[in-house]
């Protein structure tokens, strides 16, 4: 029987990720460094070169028992973590990256907006999951969103981490 494979993010030393990432691979486990092809200008001439898509964080695909061992890979300072546990990326996400960096070259990567009073956000966690709702104020931490579903009004203060924007 094989054990599920799941893939995480990994944190990493800077400037380390295509090092970390074929440490990785001669371990034996699945890894990805999205490279990102991006014109550089010498003196004398430019130069397409690749540089990591994301900075100091490369992507593995383990089994939970392997999780242990990953961390004592050089260059890995540790998974990243999200509300308390490694933060897992699916499958598709990563094939998602791969087709978008095989069709575009000197791609950038943007922080997604804070919410603000007024969006439409989708909760992503906890009792009210995946309804829909508006945001009445956000702070640096905390939104407030108002939850229209099943004809009443019912409004829950979440963290920010636990909302997306429409």
């Known amino acids: 029987m094989t054990k599920q494979k799941n893939w995480y993010a990994l944190y990493t030393k800077p400037r380390w990720e295509k090092k970390v990432h074929e440490l990785l691979l001669q371990k034996g486990w699945q890894s990805y460094c999205p490279l990102n092809k991006v014109r550089k200008k010498w003196s004398d001439?430019?130069?397409?070169?690749?540089?990591?898509?994301f900075k100091s964080y490369v992507?593995?695909?383990?089994?939970?028992?392997d999780r242990?061992?990953?961390?004592?890979?050089?260059?890995?300072?540790?998974?990243?973590?999200?509300?308390?546990?490694?933060?897992?990326?699916?499958?598709?996400e990563i094939e998602r990256i791969k087709r978008f960096l095989n069709e575009f070259e000197d791609v950038e990567v943007e922080q997604l907006p804070e919410p603000k009073p007024g969006d439409q956000v989708i909760i992503t966690s906890g009792v009210f999951m995946e309804q829909q709702g508006r945001i009445l104020s956000a702070?640096?931490?905390?939104?407030?969103?108002?939850?229209?579903?099943?004809?009443?009004?019912?409004?829950?203060?979440l963290d920010k981490e636990k909302v997306v924007v429409k």
């Open 68 to 92: 242990a061992d990953v961390r004592f890979v050089d260059g890995v300072v540790n998974f990243v973590y999200w509300l308390g546990k490694p933060a897992q990326v699916k499958e598709i």
């Open 59 to 65: 992507f593995v695909r383990v089994t939970d028992e």
């Open 139 to 157: 702070d640096k931490k905390r939104v407030e969103v108002l939850i229209e579903s099943l004809g009443c009004k019912l409004v829950a203060t």
């Open 45 to 53: 001439r430019y130069k397409v070169v690749e540089e990591p898509l």
